[in-house]
Structures are given as structure tokens and as C-alpha cells.
């Protein structure tokens, strides 16, 4: 997780424009990686001559664009010598980035510049932009036919509500094919904040049918926490009456979304920032780099000044944020703790998993579970209109 800032943070300077050419693209040791910077860096470079369309045509939502590279003997210590790169719909995620106030040049650069790092969470594993602002998810093909499915729903429903959503921002889908292997990536921009840390995060269900973490899980040092632990561990929500007001009227109109799609097996992901807590951490940190004779007290690392453009860039202000301070137009999920609360926190809160429809394979699944654990059950395979007003009734009492 990326260093929390201190008081000692310095002044933010203006965002800088430049042009797509001068964008240095990551030369990665991962052919995938490598075919991935290369890609989103060549079709952001294409779109930047394609005109927006005053308004998006039904057929924007059926479109792709690809391009097939075949290098002999040619710049083989960075790429393969035979790749393909195909973008799903470049006009729509185009406009959603616009929708959500994420420049072309700043994706570009948040996904090129610098390889991504793999992550792991509740057992699967995604990639992490260099600077923390956009997860990369590796997907099935299954994935990229529901995303298509959905998408002009979602793009309709993004439209109407200017952008504020507690749902996942979809940012941009790829198919890159290395060594006649294919591989699906779906953008988004992470949930999380890039610069303070998370120390504790749950997946909420709203069931209590094996929703467990285990021992295993428990034992890493930022397990993915489920809804037994969060009752178990007395864990509350300290954000003031406004913000739940508007946190939960935002929940609602997602979650009445996701059931007009017949949309189920969603999560509310959050994520928990301890103030203090990062604070000392700074101070062993700082004082750690001191002893080692590494860096100066005066630039820490993790510091708004050490970031090049990029997602993060809009970070200009005038005045240095304090500690746990953020700023709302990169961390559009975080909302901060109570002034009266038990502790002086940060929530991140936002709906992951989104993709999963109620078909023939969740039927059998819920009838399966309903044999095992009998109708009454509290399990996790239900009818869409049920597993929304089950969540929506466990997300309204973790708040304090």
C-alpha cells in the first residue's frame, strides 16, 4: 500500500499538459504486460485522431478495433515477435472515462508508464497500476460477452446519474492474444485510495452462509474480511447522518440498477483507513529512511510532489492535504469518519462483482444450497429482487 502522508507533505504544484507522443511506455520482463502497455498506449494514440461522435450509436456498442503486429527480429527484448490487440468498444469507454472525469493522456500514462504490479483479493488476483489509481482484471470470455450485454444499460444509467455511482467505473476491455493464448482485461479505476493505506477491508454479502474468512486468509497481513467477521469483530461505520443519508439513497438507486439487469452476487468492498495509525507509521517510516541515511525528511516517499502525471495529477491544489485528507475527485468512493466518531477514519466503500446474472446455472446452484441448508436459509444464492433487499438490509446496520 502506498505510504500515508505526513504533516510535513509539500505544496502540490499545477497539473502539466503534454503531448501523446513524448508518453514513455513501460518495457516490461511479462511479454502480457509488455503487449498491454504497447496496446492501450497505441489505441489512445489512434483515438486522439477519431473525432467524438456527438452521441453514441447503437452500433459504438458493438464496435471493436484490433491491430496485428508482427516483428521480425525487430525490438524482441521488449515485445513478442507475434501479438494482436483488440479494444471492445473504444467510443463508449471513451465517453465513460469522460463521464468519469479521467483524461485520455492521464489513463495513458497511469497504464504505460511504469509496469503494473499484481495484487491478490479474497483468493483472486488483479493487476495494479504504478500509481495506484486503476486495477486491471484479467477476465473470461464469459466476462467480456456480460460486460457486453450490460453495457449499454450501464453507459444509459451513467448518463443519468451524472457519474455518481457506488458501482465499479468501467474504464476500458481488451483482448490480447501472445503465443496463440488469449487473455481479457477490463480497466477500472481502483476502489481504494492510492495514497493512504488501507488497513482493514471487508466483502459484504449480507449472508451468513459461508462468509468466513479463513484461517489462512486471516493470517495474511491484509486479509479480505467477510460478513461473520465484520458482526464478530463488532466493527462499525462512523460517517455523519448527511453522509449516510447520501451514501445509502446513492446504494439504493445502484442496487434497483443491478436488479432491472437481474443482477445478483454482488459485494459492497470496504476498505478502512486508520489516521493515527498511519501516522505512526509515517514517523517509523521516516525515521527508519533517517537512520539508513535514505531520503530527506522533507520529501518522503508516498508524497504528492514525488507523483509524475498520470490519474493522480489532479492532485493540484494549493495547500498540502493533511493526514487522512483526500481529495474526492480521484477518491470518489472515500467518505471520512464522523467529527464525533471513536476514531478519526477513512471509508471506501463501492460495489464489486457485478457480472453475475441470474441464469440456469444460479437456479441449480440456489436449489443445490436450499437442499443442504433448507428454504429458510440465509444462503447466498437467491432471486435478484431477494438478494437486493437481504444486502441492502445488512449494508443499512453496519453503520454506528
Excluded at 508508464?113 to 497500476?129: H, I, K, M, N, V
Excluded at 468512493?333 to 471509508?347: D, F, I, L, R
Aim: with cysteine; charged share 30%; hydrophobic share 35%.
Amino acid at each position: 500500500m502506498a505510504a500515508s502522508v505526513g504533516p510535513w507533505t509539500r505544496t502540490k504544484t499545477k497539473k502539466k499538459h503534454f503531448v501523446p507522443q513524448r508518453v514513455k511506455v513501460l518495457r516490461s520482463a511479462d511479454p502480457l504486460l509488455g503487449v498491454l502497455a504497447w496496446g492501450i498506449n497505441h489505441q489512445i494514440n489512434e483515438l486522439n485522431q477519431v473525432p467524438q461522435p456527438v452521441m453514441l450509436l447503437p452500433d459504438d456498442f458493438k464496435a471493436n478495433s484490433k491491430v496485428k503486429v508482427n516483428n521480425h527480429l525487430f525490438n524482441r527484448e521488449n515485445l513478442p515477435g507475434h501479438f494482436k490487440f483488440k479494444e471492445y468498444c473504444p467510443q463508449v469507454f471513451r465517453n465513460l472515462r469522460e463521464r468519469f472525469n479521467i483524461d485520455d493522456q492521464d489513463y495513458q500514462v497511469s497504464l504505460t508508464r511504469s509496469p503494473p504490479t499484481y495484487e491478490t483479493e479474497g483468493g483472486g488476483r488483479f493487476l495494479l497500476s504504478y500509481d495506484r489509481t486503476v486495477v486491471i482484471k484479467e477476465i473470461t470470455s464469459e466476462d467480456v460477452a456480460d460486460v457486453h450485454s450490460l453495457l449499454s444499460h450501464y453507459h444509459q444509467y451513467i448518463v443519468k446519474c451524472h457519474g455518481s455511482t457506488l458501482l465499479p467505473q468501467f474504464l476500458g476491455m481488451y483482448r490480447l492474444s501472445v503465443d496463440n493464448e488469449e487473455s481479457y482485461m477490463l480497466v477500472m479505476r481502483n476502489m481504494f485510495s492510492h495514497r493512504l493505506t488501507i488497513h482493514r477491508k471487508y466483502d459484504l454479502k449480507g449472508s451468513l452462509i459461508s462468509r468466513e474468512a479463513s484461517d489462512k486468509e486471516k493470517g495474511k497481513e491484509l486479509p479480505t474480511l467477510k460478513d461473520i467477521d465484520f458482526l464478530n469483530m463488532n466493527q462499525k461505520v462512523y460517517i455523519s447522518e448527511e453522509a449516510k443519508k447520501d451514501f445509502m439513497e446513492k446504494l439504493k438507486r445502484d442496487v434497483e440498477f443491478l436488479v432491472q439487469l437481474k443482477i445478483m452476487d454482488y459485494s459492497l468492498l470496504l476498505g478502512i483507513h486508520d489516521v493515527q495509525r498511519a501516522e505512526q507509521e509515517e514517523e517509523e517510516d521516516v525515521k527508519e529512511e533517517e537512520e539508513d541515511g535514505e531520503g530527506e525528511p522533507g520529501a518522503p516517499v508516498g508524497s504528492y510532489g514525488t507523483y509524475p502525471e498520470g490519474i493522480g495529477s489532479y492532485l493540484n491544489s494549493h495547500k498540502p492535504l493533511e493526514p487522512g485528507d483526500f481529495d474526492p475527485y480521484i477518491d470518489v468512493y472515500a467518505t471520512k469518519s464522523a467529527e464525533n466518531g471513536p476514531q478519526k477514519e477513512v471509508y471506501f466503500m463501492g460495489l464489486i462483482d457485478i457480472l453475475t446474472q441470474y441464469d440456469a446455472k444460479k437456479k441449480a446452484a440456489h436449489a443445490a444450497k436450499t437442499v443442504k441448508h433448507g428454504a429458510g436459509a440465509e444462503i447466498s444464492t437467491v432471486h435478484p429482487e431477494q438478494y437486493a433487499k437481504r444486502f441492502l438490509d445488512f449494508v443499512t446496520n453496519i453503520f454506528a
